[in-house]
């Protein structure tokens, strides 16, 4: 049960890699919002005029080097996305 629960968890945020790679590109891609539910819940707060935050959880340990230093990227994205209101 644990390892299902831990299959969906990476689907989702793996979605959510997309949309947020979607929204940092400028023309031509359009967000996959309904790849997940936890991307259509996010919706209207990663689009629009909203103004989101992203906390990213990262660990001092040597041991967990790479999976901070991904935690960093996946965060340092987000903070790209730039969003215009079409009216």
Sequence with gaps: ERLN???NINRSLSAL???IEALNKKKGMKAPYR???LTRLLQDS???D???TMIVCVSGNIDEALMTRR???F???TRKIENKVIA
């Design 5 to 7: 629960e831990s299959r």
């Design 17 to 19: 890699g997309r949309v």
């Design 35 to 37: 790849d997940s539910i």
């Design 46 to 48: 990663l689009g629009g």
């Design 50 to 52: 909203n103004i989101s």
């Design 71 to 73: 935690c960093l990227e």
């Design 75 to 77: 965060g340092s994205q």
